[in-house]
């Protein structure tokens, strides 16, 4: 077995310059926008208008909780951090210099942007190996203060591999993570939230990936208070494709939110997008907003997207948003499907029949609801510890109840 290793901050250096520059359609002057693909992009903060909360990108989120991810001078230096390596990856810092910093998209909203101009250092996982090892990064040890990071995540080409970060503790954090995946490469990412109940969290992810390599991208938000994870793919290269999972189980005052957004640029490209999400306690509020774009040169698309939501309790709220634009009317299919709802009275009927206890036939419907994007993580010993999670939630909310 693989020996955790800890790694502590390096010695700090003077800030390079941003890794992209401003779009030339950005400006001070209004102008609607009618794509996803028309959305100003910057790295730097100050091209980005003070945020209200009445934004369409900030609408749902309790905006007064993280403002100050928004607005503040953000500790951007490197934290401590534990991982377990493989023989297929290699886990170190770069600088913000460094060529791959921007090369997996850039941010479209100001909290993103905050966090790219004041990181100062990279974390860097590159895989190498062919064999699908797991390289799993433990991130514990932010503290309360406000920061900012940045982690870059590299498959190189005809590689294979699954990078696990873990999160848990206290964080006052927002960041962006890039992941670029080589031609041929085959990458499983997996972000697991289960962080303390006070804990702030803001995170957008950009992904680059190249001809005919698979990314394999799971967020899973199971602790903190506001919780924001957001992901922009981009397949870019001819036989590029997603499968894009997402979980989460709000409790009583809990907000979690995930806008995964895939563009389809090139030809003959795929995506599949499923989440699903458990609520229960007053004013636990999850969101989802899916965008799909089909770009005008992405002839042979084939692409679908779906969110279920299971709601446990009164006094919880569910918003999920698909979108789909289409710019070429050559496309093998494409579609999406959104769902919110409570309990299937004929399932749990059935499971009462046969002598489950309702509390058991519960417990069962919410387990086989999940397990579907647990099942697709591809770690073993992460779908186990997922799995016990999970039924602690349920056991907690039935306690409630």
Known sequence: MAAETTVTAPAQSEPGQHGLVAHSDGGSAFVPVQTRSERFTSTSVDDFAQVTGLEFEWKFTPFATIKHLTTDDLDGSPTAFSYVESGGATVDWIDRSDALIGSAGAPEERASANAWTRFEKALHVKVTGEAGEETVIRRDRFDGSARAAHVVIEAVPNSKGVVILENSGSANLSENVEIVVGDNAQLTVVTVQEWDDSALHLSSHFARVGRDANLRHVIVSLGGSVVRVNP??????????????????????????????????????????????????????????????????????????????????????????????????????????????????????????RGISEEEARRLVVRGFLAEIIQQIGSPALEARLSEAVEAELVRSQAVR
């Open 232 to 353: 922009s793919i981009h397949l870019v290269e001819q036989g590029a494709s997603i499968d894009s999972f997402g979980l989460y189980f709000a409790d009583a005052g809990q907000y979690f939110e995930q806008r995964p957004y895939i563009d389809h640029v090139a030809a003959n490209t795929r995506s599949r997008v499923n989440y699903k999400g458990a609520l229960q306690g007053e004013k636990a509020h999850t969101v989802w907003v899916g965008d799909v774009l089909i770009g005008p040169h992405a002839d042979g698309t084939d692409s679908y997207e779906q969110n279920r939501n299971l709601v446990l309790s009164e006094g919880t709220r569910a918003d999920s948003i698909p979108n789909l634009e289409i710019e070429t009317g050559n496309i093998q299919g494409a579609g999406h499907a959104s769902s919110t709802g409570r309990f299937d009275d004929e399932q749990l009927f059935y499971l009462q029949s």
